[in-house]
């Protein structure tokens, strides 16, 4: 399995997330985190990106911060996720910079995409998203009653959400399988990423995605190379009972260091964004825990692929967030990120 990359769009600050609905519509996410940015959540349409669902939702600035509500603002928006039944998902961890918790901030909102208008405001306490922690990305349960989220804040965590009830349970937290991994370094362009200050890349839990069957949730952390899962009847079971789950959890092998993760509908094949070396690769989850990732595709462009997503015509997507390049490790690297939106063409 080969393929190649081409350009879909390229945006002048610093992409994460990307989300393709199941009418084709392309929606994608910037987080502030090195800049004050003017759009948290747009569409791409005809390569130009409008502010979603509105302008005054995308309202927020770090120079307005005492005059907007964080609750009804994106503050720090880190993924979209469209759940192909009709919505799209917000996930606002809130935190600016990946610093300080703006109070009331972190959420998850659902958009309707027929009306283009908020339905539903799920707002986390801070039991849920305390200080220090940093939601980053999450899968819905295939019957859409419950969402799972990873935390790839300082002490990493899952979240589980009933979305009907509205009810929140914090699991794993601080459990080996949603934390940075000791004595592991992050690198790019052959070199180990620091910042000033000495501390490299540090994200716990991080890219998450659920089995075909909607029976098993995977993860793992970008400071780390091994993939866990846990059955999702665990999860809306015991965990949302408050009751410890770390027994339940399963080491499921090596991906390497990755940040987003993609297992393509109807198929075991999880594809993987190996930050490290400008690649996608892929391995077959029924292959088993000794699975080996294959190459899929390497070019010096991939610079941190970050997320993935599949059109309904089964064009895959790949952000690259160039957080190598960022300011976070490059202090003279300009606040306004050049970064890009491709999909992969496979050889026939």
Partial sequence: MAASIELVADFGHQVTGVSVSETGRIFVNFPRWTEDSAVSVAELKDGELTPYPDKEWNAWRNAKKDQLTPGDHWVCVQS????QRGSLWVLDPAA??????????PKLVQIDLATDKVA???AFDEDAAPQGSYLNDVR??????????????VRGALLVVDLAAGKTARVLDGHSSTQMKKGLNVSADGKVLRRPDGRGVEFSADGIELSKDGAWLYWQAIKGDELYRIPTAALVGDGL????LSDQVEHYGINGVNDGLLIARGTDDMYLSAVQDNAIKVRKLSDGPQAQAKLVVQDERLRWPDTFSKGPDGTIYVTTSHIQDSAFFKPDAPPALPTQ????????
Wanted: glycine fraction near 10%; hydrophobic fraction near 35%; proline fraction near 2%.
């Fill in 96 to 105: 600016p910079a990946q610093a300080h918790v703006v109070s009331k901030g």
């Fill in 80 to 83: 979209v996720v469209a759940d």
């Fill in 341 to 348: 939106l491709w999909r992969l063409r496979f050889d026939s």
């Fill in 120 to 122: 539903r405001t799920i």
């Fill in 241 to 244: 009972d408050g009751k410890d």
């Fill in 140 to 153: 819905f349960s295939n019957d859409g009653k419950y969402a799972f989220i990873t935390d790839s804040g």
